[in-house]
């Protein structure tokens, strides 16, 4: 992911925390990427987002998200990042993209499907731990 540059959108709690050490900023970094927290028309490749947990295939219309979509930049899911990483290779933003993409179910990232039991057991509970620093589980 050397030429991607993510900008986060509801990820992370917003107060007391620093965004980067959270994993999701951290796992953009080891895979060669680059991370902001502001969107950059013409720098931003891509705008990833934690969708709401009452909602899962919405996202919230925030001014980053907003300036993403107006520019062309993918909004996708956090999955997207995962799947990059246990694929090791970079995946296509389409098949994450919200407002569509739920991650629930059989979707477009089977983790068992893509990498087998048990790497998708790793991934799973990598979710997991993702989505509960973002506070969108319970």
Same mark, same amino acid.
Request: aromatic share 6%; with cysteine; proline share 10%.
């Given at each position: 992911?050397?030429? &991607? &540059?993510? &900008?986060?959108? +509801?990820?992370?709690? =917003?107060?007391?925390?620093?965004?980067?050490?959270?994993?999701?900023? %951290?796992?953009?970094?080891?895979?060669?990427?680059?991370?902001?927290m502001?969107f950059?028309?013409?720098?931003?490749? %891509?705008m990833?987002?934690?969708?709401d947990?009452?909602?899962?295939?919405?996202?919230?219309?925030t001014?980053?998200v +907003?300036?993403?979509?107006e520019?062309?930049v993918?909004?996708?899911h956090?999955?997207?990042?995962l799947?990059?990483?246990?694929?090791?290779? +970079?995946?296509?933003e389409? +098949?994450?993209?919200?407002?569509h993409y739920?991650?629930?179910g059989?979707?477009?990232f =089977?983790?068992?499907?893509?990498?087998?039991?048990?790497?998708?057991?790793?991934?799973?509970?990598?979710?997991?731990?993702?989505?509960?620093?973002?506070?969108r589980t319970?």
């Amino acid at each position: 992911m050397p030429r &991607c &540059c993510c &900008c986060s959108c +509801r990820c992370w709690p =917003n107060t007391g925390h620093n965004p980067t050490d959270h994993p999701l900023w %951290q796992l953009v970094l080891r895979m060669g990427g680059q991370c902001s927290m502001n969107f950059t028309a013409g720098v931003t490749t %891509q705008m990833i987002v934690a969708p709401d947990k009452n909602d899962p295939g919405q996202i919230p219309l925030t001014d980053k998200v +907003r300036a993403a979509q107006e520019s062309g930049v993918p909004v996708v899911h956090p999955d997207w990042l995962l799947a990059c990483k246990f694929s090791w290779s +970079r995946q296509p933003e389409e +098949r994450f993209a919200l407002p569509h993409y739920t991650s629930t179910g059989v979707g477009p990232f =089977n983790s068992s499907r893509l990498l087998g039991p048990p790497k998708a057991a790793a991934v799973e509970a990598e979710k997991d731990a993702v989505m509960r620093g973002a506070g969108r589980t319970e």
